[in-house]
């Protein structure tokens, strides 16, 4: 009996996005000068952006010397069936942002995160100290897939 072989395939960027919608935490990395961070963050995927909230703090010291960051999320069954995507492209700070076209990516970023909990923003908000918006465009989008036993489509 032949024991099953592990195989491996990029996603495409259609499967890669459908990932990215139905989950809500992923991992935020970031670099400045040489340190990498990385931390764990709720979100949500619309349009390719990756919205978002978080409070004050290092991270945000940090992402505003250098808004370049990586993004991931994945799907784990076991250590030999799962799926993983990752996003590269900046993170703007909604707040901070001006003109037109940053007023209406900050509304739909709180559109977003309302979608998430629909408690946010309101005075019974369970994290009122989130009170930073944020978005991340998504400018690189690459998925991989792992699975033993059966053929990939």
Do not use: C
């Not at 069936?81 to 996003?87: D, G």
Request: proline residues 6%; aromatic residues 8%; charged residues 30%.
């Amino acid at each position: 009996m032949q024991t099953p072989r592990l195989q491996f395939r990029n996603l495409p960027a259609t499967h890669a996005r459908d990932i990215l919608s139905r989950n809500h935490l992923g991992r935020l990395a970031f670099t400045f000068r040489d340190r990498v961070d990385i931390r764990p963050i709720s979100y949500k995927f619309k349009k390719d952006w990756i919205f978002g909230r978080t409070a004050p703090g290092e991270k945000i010291l940090t992402i505003r010397h250098h808004r370049w960051v990586a993004f991931q999320v994945d799907e784990v069954e076991d250590d030999r069936n799962w799926v993983s995507v990752i996003v590269h492209g900046p993170l703007y700070l909604l707040d901070e942002a001006e003109g037109q076209d940053q007023t209406e990516l900050q509304e739909r970023a709180r559109v977003a995160v309302q979608e998430m909990d629909p408690l946010a923003f309101t005075e019974e908000d369970p994290v009122p100290e989130r009170s930073i918006l944020f978005g991340v465009a998504v400018e690189h989008l690459s998925g991989r897939e792992a699975r033993i036993g059966s053929s990939l489509p």
